[in-house]
């Protein structure tokens, strides 16, 4: 084989080919996440949003992750604060377990918006807050310009939201370079391809602007962010859009892509900041201790 094409399989599958290793074991590592889920108090399907907090929470794992393993801290935390919180799967293919958000992002984005109305039909209420991080704070934009979540979200908050695209560091660059390359990543991992910026996916997304009238956007971003890069790509503008940059609050937070997602305590509280502004604090390095 060719050097060059020995490139491509781990620029489309590397991940993937490292589920196969981790068969044996993905059904008990599952169970025990679920479970895990059940008695953090979340997913709750009998909570009532309370009059403090009237908005069910939605959180929205990222690309290669899954609707427990990317919440098991941001979820208690918010559960914590008296909020009804909720995570779904979504973009799974065929044969993969444990690791979602592959599958085409517009086909994602219906999955959310099923789950939404699940949501809202369950909790009594007439709009969600939604939560994501990396994919999932850049494909709820999907869902809201094209697929009428508008009317049914109050706020989005993403956490190290690919809202641009990213070069993967200049290593997206490198596609021209390797005929059937595209062709390669659309076939193994669909959301991969349509991440990539300048992509077909992101290019109708962005068209026309970044928001939609209505909804509350926040992006949370660090500037060591090695995935989604370049960081600023992740900030959106329009009139009713809050971004933030983690190190603006805290200097000395080294937080990268899946630490801020996973366990940052100064970005969940400015995540707490965005669904309840009206009772914000000032997000510090002393955040952590709230």
């Not at 794992?61 to 427990?68: D, E, L, M, P, R």
């Not at 807050?129 to 993403?158: E, I």
């Not at 190290?160 to 990543?185: I, K, M, Q, R, V």
């Not at 200097?251 to 669904?275: C, P, T």
Request: with cysteine; charged share 15%; proline share 6%.
């Amino acid at each position: 084989m060719l050097p060059w094409k020995r490139m491509l399989r781990p620029l489309a599958a590397l991940l993937l080919t490292a589920t196969v290793v981790i068969l044996p074991t993905a059904s008990a590592t599952a169970t025990a996440a679920t479970e895990a889920a059940a008695t953090s108090g979340w997913n709750n399907y009998s909570c009532k949003p309370s009059t403090a907090h009237p908005r069910p929470v939605v959180l929205v794992h990222g690309t290669f992750a899954n609707s427990v393993d990317n919440w098991l801290a941001l979820a208690p935390y918010l559960v914590n604060r008296g909020y009804c919180v909720y995570s779904l799967d979504y973009g799974q293919l065929p044969g993969v377990p444990l690791f979602n958000g592959l599958g085409p992002i517009d086909k994602s984005a219906e999955q959310l918006q099923v789950f939404v109305d699940k949501v809202l039909a369950a909790t009594g209420s007439a709009k969600a807050d939604l939560v994501g991080h990396s994919q999932g704070g850049m494909m709820p934009r999907y869902y809201l310009k094209f697929l009428g979540g508008a009317a049914k979200v109050n706020a989005l908050v993403g956490i190290a939201p690919d809202n641009h695209g990213t070069t993967l560091n200049g290593l997206s660059n490198l596609l021209a370079y390797f005929p059937g390359a595209e062709d390669l990543l659309s076939t193994a991992t669909p959301a991969l391809a349509d991440q990539i910026a300048g992509s077909a996916f992101l290019t109708k997304l962005n068209a026309g602007g970044d928001t939609v009238a209505g909804v509350h956007y926040t992006v949370i971003a660090t500037k060591y962010d090695e995935v989604v890069t370049p960081y600023r790509s992740q900030f959106l503008t329009g009139s009713d859009v809050h971004n933030v940059l983690l190190q603006d609050l805290c200097a000395v937070d080294l937080s990268e892509h899946a630490a801020i997602g996973l366990l940052d305590r100064i970005a969940f509280h400015e995540v707490a900041n965005a669904l309840d502004p009206a009772h914000a604090t000032a997000t510090t390095c002393l955040s952590v201790l709230g």
